[in-house]
């Protein structure tokens, strides 16, 4: 008889990539995926914890899963990823209906636990080494990879869980990258994503210089890599040859995903950031000087605790003055266990409320002048899907930015790299017509 897994997946791309990897060694013990959770053996709840919304989110959906356990005490339910590192065994004790809590560090022995799986138990040692890449993944696109390069962070940014979550940076050895990525490419992947919660430090434990850049340059030059992205750069770290690199890839896109998170020096300082904003300002300089065609987006806090009406102006002008393709914003969430929970002057709800809504208002008007920059001119884009409307299809450009335009007749499949003319802008994508 057929056993069904199902995965509910939330938070970042590392978290995607994990959950391919559990999904790939599901299927390896025998499991086939189904969407609808209450039909499935075993479910798996993949998780976050970097803000509060998405910590509430999870423990909805945990509490929903107790009826399904009641109604068939058979499910195995599992809880992995970064909640579950932070809540540890106290989920077992909160809520029967789980009985397997992974942390960040087992992603590549989960079969293993799961083959041996006897009784409730935590997983929660974070000074794992995560084995090596090995066995299979189930992906969930048919043409683009998520390939982890470095697991944990070592910068402590003083808001941030990540680092209590997912412990110390390890690199992946070079070899290994570059293996799954030709193994993705004889699988039919075209499109490649470099993953690390801080991809500067790459290799830094090896002792190479400039080991990200080097990385970068050797996945290009795999035949068969057609696009190929990283997450995620720090200011403090992007080097001059990872630049470089850019500059001089073949396939290296040209989308330079920086999170500035502030633009106070005293609210960087406080942060723990390493950078100032001129420091920064001549970074995005640096890079519209060797990538003309950077698309520059990145992340913003408000409201971290102490920043005033002035901090506040000062990233509103920096937002102004880089005009970011697109930027995600962020109120501040106080994480327990962090230094910024227990700094002072934590800022007001309705004041955090006010300031995402004037930041956003002015990143909307600079995301709409960047795309209407794309008028008139044709991009190569891959495409992903229809839309709702299934005579649209939608797709991104190298640079990221989402494409949409009409069928009109022709058949396409996930994947196909299309010549699409932009017609209209607006503030999250841009229309255009395919050419024939
Ligand atoms: N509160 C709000 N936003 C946060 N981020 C990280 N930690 C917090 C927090 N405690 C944001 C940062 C980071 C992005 C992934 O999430 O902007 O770049
Ligand atoms: Fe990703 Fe951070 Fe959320 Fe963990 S806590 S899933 S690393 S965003």
């Not at 990897?21 to 390896?28: K, N």
């Not at 106290?90 to 079969?111: A, E, H, N």
């Not at 005033?308 to 002008?317: S, V």
């Amino acid at each position: 008889m057929s056993k069904f897994y199902s995965l509910l997946n939330y938070g970042c791309q590392m978290n995607e990539s994990d959950g391919e990897h559990y999904s790939g060694q599901l299927q390896e013990l025998g499991y086939q995926y189904v969407a609808d959770f209450h039909k499935a053996d075993f479910i798996l709840v993949n998780t976050c914890c970097v803000r509060e919304s998405a910590e509430k989110r999870i423990a909805g959906k945990i509490g929903e899963l107790k009826a399904v356990k009641v109604a068939n005490p058979q499910v195995i339910i599992a809880v992995a990823g970064c909640m579950a590192q932070k809540e540890g065994d106290k989920l077992l004790q909160k809520y029967p209906q789980i009985d397997l809590v992974l942390g960040t560090s087992y992603v590549d022995d989960f079969k293993n636990i799961l083959a041996n799986y006897r009784r409730r138990a935590a997983f929660l040692d974070l000074t794992v080494r995560p084995k090596e890449f090995e066995g299979t993944k189930v992906r969930k696109s048919s043409f683009h990879a998520w390939i982890p390069i470095m697991y944990g962070c070592n910068n402590f940014c003083t808001y941030c869980i990540v680092p209590y979550v997912r412990g110390r940076e390890r690199s992946r050895k070079k070899e290994n990258i570059l293996a799954e990525v030709r193994q993705g490419v004889s699988q039919g992947y075209k499109e490649f994503t470099l993953l690390g919660q801080n991809v500067d430090s790459y290799g830094k434990e090896f002792g190479v210089p400039d080991a990200f850049a080097d990385l970068l340059l050797a996945v290009d030059a795999i035949p068969g890599v057609e696009r190929l992205h990283y997450m995620t750069s720090h200011p403090r770290d992007i080097s001059d040859a990872v630049i470089g690199a850019v500059a001089k890839g073949r396939h290296i896109s040209e989308h330079f995903h920086l999170p500035v998170q502030s633009g106070s020096n005293e609210i960087l300082r406080r942060m723990n950031r390493g950078y100032t904003r001129e420091h920064y300002l001549e970074l995005i300089r640096k890079i519209r000087l060797a990538v003309p065609q950077a698309v520059i987006t990145t992340d913003i806090i408000v409201g971290f605790p102490g920043e005033t009406e002035e901090d506040f102006q000062g990233t509103l002008d920096l937002v102004q003055e880089v005009g970011f393709d697109s930027a995600f914003t962020f109120i501040y969430s106080k994480r327990s266990g962090t230094p910024a929970a227990k700094m002072e002057n934590q800022i007001p709800l309705d004041v955090k409320k006010q300031r995402l809504q004037r930041l956003m208002d002015l990143e909307n008007i600079n995301s709409l002048a960047c795309n209407e920059k794309m008028v008139g001119r044709e991009y190569s884009v891959f495409a992903e899907g229809p839309t709702k409307n299934r005579d649209i299809w939608s797709g991104r450009t190298s640079g990221n930015k989402l494409v949409l335009w009409p069928v009109e007749g022709r058949a396409y499949k996930q994947g196909d790299e299309v010549q699409v003319l932009v017609e209209k802008a607006q503030t999250w994508l841009v229309k255009g017509r395919a050419k024939q």
